[in-house]
């Protein structure tokens, strides 16, 4: 007698429903998946240092070790390094990060069950675009100071630079996301997924002048580099934080903003249907 | 809401028609029909590689069919849109919950997906997770993140639910509990499908089933009918004045109790007559049967 009547209360009180009976927009789940997804990324520790000092020690390394000025430039190595390793930083935090952690979500089943569920795939998309900004502003802000207090790179002066660094930061993280999210399904497990991401980036840091100053990089293989967001990324950075004195390092002997814009966007376009065309819910063998 | 009417008068759910599916060389589901009457609990049973999961799997709207015609809800699966998902449930066979949220936040979160949520609070105590509400997922047991998977299965307040294999890897107690779950819901009116591979299991939740072997429907229908139906004849046991047991399979059984009664004055030492079970029908219709 107890069990039934306890079994009944709990079905009837079990039917109590929120919601307003309309499938949420996908702009206000990418916000809430947004939420969720920096909360899940500062819960795991070592992905938060690793993420956070990998840039900050390469800088500190290059930085120090290579500080000579740099011949008729007005600049020295180690103020080289602060732009290139903050486009090094924006591309980790959102290309690696993404390339890795999307096909690791993959490989756990954890993308097919999102896919069982209303939810629309922009939403996804949306939150982890929130994810990457958050940990780009804040991977961004400490190269920064380490730059101006450590290597005398100093912060920019007009507003028109600080509007110029701002859409260089969004295009350039948005891109190297997008271009994140395309690569998560080339890998064929969790296993491999890091080979498969960080390899292609490495090679980018060296023939985008991220490594090695630009004007000691070969042509042909800074021409390959100025297919992919990463060289364009590094040009921006520096005709932002460097003096126009040392625009002769450049290969067009300019910073070429106009440029810069045009092939970002085109990359946040391109990226954008190249994931649509090729993102997976599941992995290979799943079918 | 619509759905389809068959010539009994029942409105289906799922009505599955010819469906097929192959993987390279082999086929997984060979013209496989079934209808799934709205509000029943509906038992999808069969060894392994039978092709039960591929065919929940098309159901879900997660795997291509090759042939076939599959209505689930009203709707085309393989078509399915946000608003179709919204009604069907699916608790997955292997499942990953983000590891590092806690219960709570998850089933919260995934509440937010739906038109019309059931309440979370509600749904964790309907799974009996209470008390790990605040704990990370990554701590839960595996039989508590299978309650995990069926509450995030249920928060939308499915019309339809789709389970595959729910229980495998459950002690006797968390299976019991389970059971108790999936007719709490049943009796709330949600039509549920479950792949099992427990022939007690499927005995025990079923209104009615489906023996799936080799990618095709061997039975189907009420649990006590395929007994009735499949399960002829008796085994009569005895032991003979000897010592030695005797086992006699025969479509007359009294016939054969009537003889050992004339034989034997009085009692007949060790007599037992049984009829098949469940599982004797399901060994031998799947082709599992064991020589006796």
Redesign the interface.
């Known amino acids: 007698m107890t069990d039934r009547a306890t079994?009944t209360t709990?079905?009837v009180?079990?039917?109590?429903?929120?919601?307003?009976?309309?499938?949420?927009g996908a702009w206000a789940?990418g916000l809430?998946r947004g939420a969720?997804e920096i909360?899940?990324f500062f819960?795991?520790r070592d992905q938060v240092v690793f993420t956070f000092s990998f840039p900050v020690v390469f800088l500190f390394l290059f930085a120090s070790i290579f500080h000579d000025d740099v011949q008729g430039s007005g600049v020295t190595a180690s103020q080289l390094y602060v732009p290139a390793m903050m486009a090094s930083g924006i591309m980790s935090t959102s290309f690696q990060s993404l390339g890795i952690s999307i096909a690791v979500e993959r490989d756990?089943?954890?993308l097919?069950?999102l896919?069982?569920?209303?939810?629309?795939a922009a939403a996804y998309f949306l939150g982890k675009i929130w994810l990457v900004l958050f940990t780009g502003v804040l991977e961004t802000a400490i190269l920064l100071a380490v730059g101006t207090t450590l290597y005398d790179v100093p912060l920019p002066t007009s507003a028109a630079r600080w509007l110029d660094f701002a859409w260089i930061f969004v295009l350039g993280l948005t891109g190297c996301a997008l271009l994140g999210i395309a690569i998560s399904s080339v890998p064929r497990s969790a296993k491999s997924a890091s080979s498969v991401v960080v390899l292609p980036f490495l090679v980018l840091q060296f023939i985008s002048g991220v490594y090695i100053s630009v004007d000691s990089v070969p042509g042909w293989m800074l021409d390959l580099g100025a297919l992919f967001p990463l060289k364009w990324l590094c040009q921006g950075l520096r005709g932002v934080f460097l003096p126009d004195s040392a625009k002769v390092l450049e290969q067009a002997g300019d910073w070429e903003f106009g440029r810069i814009a045009l092939v970002l966007a085109a990359w946040c376009v391109g990226g954008l249907a190249l994931c649509l065309l090729t993102f997976r819910w599941?992995t290979r063998r799943d079918? | 809401m619509i759905g389809v009417m068959t010539a009994h008068g029942y409105e289906l759910a799922v009505d599955v028609r010819g469906l097929r599916k192959r993987?390279g060389d082999v086929t997984a589901v060979d013209g496989i029909d079934l209808g799934i009457r709205r509000g029943e609990v509906f038992g999808l049973l069969g060894p392994n590689g039978a092709g039960k999961s591929t065919t929940v799997e098309i159901l879900?709207?997660?795997?291509?069919r090759d042939a076939g015609e599959v209505s689930v809800l009203g709707a085309d699966p393989a078509t399915g849109t946000?608003?179709w998902?919204?009604r069907?449930g699916?608790v997955?066979q292997?499942?990953?919950?983000?590891a590092?949220?806690t219960v709570r936040?998850t089933v919260r979160?995934?509440?937010?997906?739906?038109?019309?949520?059931?309440?979370p609070e509600?749904?964790i105590?309907?799974v009996g997770l209470e008390a790990k509400a605040d704990s990370?997922i990554k701590s839960l047991s595996g039989g508590q993140r299978r309650r995990l998977d069926v509450a995030?299965g249920v928060i939308?307040?499915p019309e339809l639910l789709l389970l595959d294999e729910p229980t495998t890897g459950f002690d006797p107690a968390a299976r019991r509990r389970f059971w108790d779950l999936i007719r709490?819901l049943a009796?709330?009116g949600t039509t549920i499908l479950l792949t099992t591979h427990y022939l007690e299991e499927a005995e025990a939740l079923a209104d009615r089933l489906a023996i799936l072997a080799g990618g095709r429907v061997v039975a189907e229908g009420e649990p006590q009918a395929l007994r009735d139906r499949f399960g002829t004849g008796a085994a009569v046991e005895w032991t003979e004045p000897d010592g030695t047991a005797r086992t006699e399979h025969t479509e007359t059984p009294t016939r054969t109790v009537a003889g050992l009664m004339r034989r034997f004055d009085g009692e007949i030492p060790g007599l037992r007559v049984s009829r098949p079970t469940l599982e004797d029908v399901y060994l031998r219709l799947t082709g599992q049967e064991t020589v006796r």
């Open positions: 079994t709990t079905t009180s079990v039917r109590a429903r929120g919601g307003d009976g309309r499938l949420p789940l809430r969720l909360r899940q819960r795991q756990e089943k954890a097919r069950r896919r069982g569920t209303p939810m629309p599941k079918g | 993987y879900q709207g997660n795997r291509s946000r608003a998902r919204s069907v699916i997955w292997d499942e990953s919950a983000p590092e949220l936040e979160h995934f509440a937010h997906y739906y038109p019309r949520p059931r309440d509600q749904v105590g309907l990370r995030l939308g307040d709490l009796d709330e």
